[in-house]
């Protein structure tokens, strides 16, 4: 059965990592995203390179009709849709929820989850066999995230609970779908919080004493959305170092 597969957000971190391993695994690959066209097209030309299929397609994930274009794009280019990795998201910079604006609060809300919504509905509307997504949620749905991004915590908490519920409403036609909850990666992302460094500070916190690569939550993802995950559906992978 020929695989293809659309990461959102799939040019840089863990949403990069990912698209490549699906390239090494055959799945068809479309790498979408949202600004950064040079990085995606450098992961498409990495996946080309070691003989594998993708194309890198631009799309604002919250918007509901580039939600529509992409998975149009990604079918004629590659053939239908069979698994999907929601993995774009954002967070701004570190504060109280006491100082938080209403603009920021919709903004990560319609990021987060909002697109994880759109193209799950997409999916499981297009889908005519069976198939798997993968959310990325985080660990910031357990810890809440306090003093740093609550908005960030509480639209990760929303993605799980879209995963428990879509799960169960799709189980019986074979689509399986799963999170995973990375704990502090070496990525972009903290840049983007105001702190590049945050996860050397607070490596010492985290039981394993060091962060994640985002390889290594790359690896979970790939396995929830493969056959070997096969009887794995509505759970949620923990990638956070023991914390
Ligand atoms: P990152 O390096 O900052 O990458 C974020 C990606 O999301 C970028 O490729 C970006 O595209 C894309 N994106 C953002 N908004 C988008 C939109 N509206 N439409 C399409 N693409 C959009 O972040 P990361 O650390 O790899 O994070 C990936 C996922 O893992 C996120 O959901 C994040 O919440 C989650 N996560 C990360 C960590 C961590 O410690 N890093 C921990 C737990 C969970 P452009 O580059 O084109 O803008």
Known sequence: ???????TGGGRGIG????????????????????????????????QAEGGTAFACQGDVSDENEVMALFDAAEQVLGPVTHLVNNAGI???QTLLA???LARFNQVLLTNVTSCFLCCRE???????????VNVSSAAARTGAPFEY?????????????????SLEVASKGIRVNTVRPGFIHTDMHADGGEPG??????????MQRGGEPEEVAEAIVWLLSEKASYVTGSSVDLAGGK
């Open 1 to 7: 059965m020929k695989k293809t597969v659309i990461v």
């Open 150 to 166: 609550v908005d960030y915590a509480a639209s990760k908490g929303a993605m799980d609970s879209l995963t428990k519920g879509l």
């Open 198 to 207: 945050r996860v050397a500070r607070l490596s010492p916190q985290i039981p």
């Open 91 to 93: 967070l701004f910079e």
């Open 123 to 133: 999916f499981v509307q297009r889908i005519s066999q069976a198939g798997a997504i």
């Open 16 to 47: 990069a990592a990912t698209s490549r391993l699906l390239g090494k695994e055959g799945y068809a690959v479309c790498v979408n995203y949202r600004s950064d066209k040079i990085s995606a097209e450098a992961v498409v030309a990495d996946i």
């Open 99 to 101: 100082e938080m604006s």
